[in-house]
């Protein structure tokens, strides 16, 4: 039975892009199907310490985010009201609801008496996208520099230069500091050097204070080109572990018990690897992977998936956590070995709840609600089932995840008033996280009829991206623990097909339709070998 056990291991495993299809005893398949120092967050506040004063241009300053919406969201009244028209921009209660491009990134670029609020750039440099490559947009922005604000005239004013400088150096810090991956263009960094050798000129203090910036950016870009070979060995690692098992299949007796037999520290030991994972998804992501865009937007939409490489690592740890618990549930022979096993990944689920690791916890979930496991009644018949009921309950997709999204906002306010690390932790179901993005682009346009930008749409999907990235700054409070990790990681694990043989091969087909699927996915499988 093991040699059996490695050999579908060994030809089977699923292929990159992979997700669990079984369907589950509860669970919709909502997206599983395709599977230093903190800032605070930036929408409701604004500078702390600003670097400059942040006076008015004669246009009205962007509100912090709370005072912009009410609970509802989109305003319905927004033209049945006073509206302002401020050189290309249009304001509804003093707030910005649209725009032309030209007037939204003129309104991004300091001046000596105006600045932008944090909630604009970060709305703008996030959105913008959408319309122009970012690579374009800082052209732009150095150009509106250079031109309108005279830095490349020697005759300028030193005195107005000295007082833009530091203004401009903000924003460029905000930019690379939010969103540092677009620094990865070389067409980025030479309009970056162009035109912050410009700012430096003369002036010792900028010229460090620009250093700085740029050191803190290379820095940010070298650690997520280690995270990628890091992920790149992980992938390798598997490759050779399946190999190793067609020549040697008594290593398929290492299990996942023999491993961590600690409920707790298993799932601190997941934590660890989802805050990991989610600390290098840039807040573009969101934005270039999964706006669907309709044939009007696609004539001026410059979205690249490629550049969501992070978000889809992220969302493939979800799809082999899965197949890694039902992987564990269906190797054991033994009946009684299985139940442990099950009852084990439920104490794990029901700490990830603890924690606030919400997408730990429904991997798990989906794993034992895969068909292959659920399927084995008499398993489940030695089975505690009460807590995985109660956790299945705080995980139903009933009410649109009501449970959930309850849960979800307690952790969130444990978070917003932690007094140790632990409490800090917020980590969402990150499917029903990206259908909630892609639910609120879907429901208005990029663009209105007169070919502003819609902005009052992008404050909101800037707002649910910014409590993402407030949630993924947090550092996890538990210690690394690389064995418990790596096995996570690189242990092999069934696909569909062979979880399907695994689970017939512990509990027997109960009728001919089960038996003869049985001989056709085992005949296909020793084929492949």
Request: charged fraction near 25%; charge should be positive.
């Amino acid at each position: 039975m093991a040699k059996f056990f490695a050999e579908l291991l060994a030809c089977t495993l699923p292929e990159k892009g992979t997700s669990p299809v079984f369907e589950c005893r509860s669970q919709p398949h909502v997206g599983l199907r395709h599977v230093s120092k903190q800032r605070p967050a930036i929408f409701g506040t604004l500078f702390d310490k600003p670097m400059c004063d942040h006076n008015s241009d004669k246009m009205p300053q962007t509100p912090p985010f709370p005072a912009m919406f009410g609970s509802s969201g989109y305003n319905n009244n927004l033209y049945q009201t006073k509206e302002e028209d401020y050189s290309g921009l249009y304001y509804h209660d003093n707030n910005l609801v649209s725009g032309s491009l030209e007037a939204l990134i003129q309104h991004l670029v300091p001046t000596v008496a105006y600045y932008p609020d944090r909630t604009y750039i970060f709305t703008f440099l996030l959105n913008s996208r959408l319309f122009i490559h970012p690579h374009e947009l800082m052209s732009k922005v150095c150009h509106v520099c250079t031109d309108h604000q005279k830095l490349s005239d020697p005759s300028a004013d030193k005195m107005r230069i000295r007082k833009l400088a530091p203004k401009i150096l903000q924003l460029l810090t905000e930019w690379t500091e939010t969103f540092p991956y677009d620094f990865r263009d070389e067409r980025m960094m030479r309009s970056l050097k162009e035109l912050t050798l410009r700012l430096s000129t003369g002036d010792e203090v900028y010229r460090k204070a620009v250093q700085q910036m740029t050191q803190t950016l290379i820095r940010k870009l070298a650690t997520h080109s280690q995270y990628e070979e890091n992920l790149a060995k992980i992938n390798s690692t598997v490759t050779d572990r399946l190999t190793v098992l067609k020549t040697k299949p008594q290593s398929i007796q290492r299990d996942i018990l023999t491993i961590c037999s600690d409920t707790f520290t298993l799932a601190q030991q997941l934590t660890h690897i989802e805050l990991e994972r989610l600390s290098y998804i840039g807040p573009e992501e969101f934005v270039q992977a999964f706006v669907q865009k309709n044939s009007h937007d696609k004539k001026k939409s410059f979205t690249d998936r490629k550049k969501a490489s992070n978000l889809e690592a992220y969302m493939e740890w979800f799809n082999r956590l899965s197949f890694l618990v039902a992987t564990e549930i269906c190797m054991p022979v033994k009946k009684k070995h299985r139940a442990r096993v099950i009852e084990f990944f439920i104490d794990v689920a029901r700490e990830c709840f603890n924690i606030g690791n919400f997408n730990s916890l429904m991997a798990i979930i989906s794993g034992m609600n895969m068909s292959p496991v659920s399927r084995l009644k008499k398993t489940w018949a030695k089975v505690k089932t009460a807590k995985f009921d109660i956790l299945e309950h705080q995980m139903d997709p009933s009410s649109n995840f009501y449970n959930y999204r309850t849960a979800l906002r307690g952790a969130t306010q444990r978070s917003i008033t932690a007094h140790t690390s632990r409490e800090k932790i917020v980590i969402p179901f990150f499917s029903l996280l990206i259908k909630d993005i892609v639910f609120l682009n879907e429901r208005c346009a990029n663009q209105l009829p007169n070919g502003h930008v819609n902005f009052e749409k992008f404050w909101d999907l800037a707002k649910q991206v910014d409590e993402f990235m407030t949630w993924k700054k947090v550092e996890c409070p538990f210690e690394k623990d690389r064995k418990i990790q790596q096995y996570l990681l690189t242990a092999p694990i069934f696909s569909e097909d062979a979880l399907c043989v695994a689970s017939y091969e512990s509990e027997g087909p109960e009728n001919n339709t089960e038996k003869d699927t049985w001989k056709s996915l085992r005949s296909s499988l020793l084929n492949r070998m």
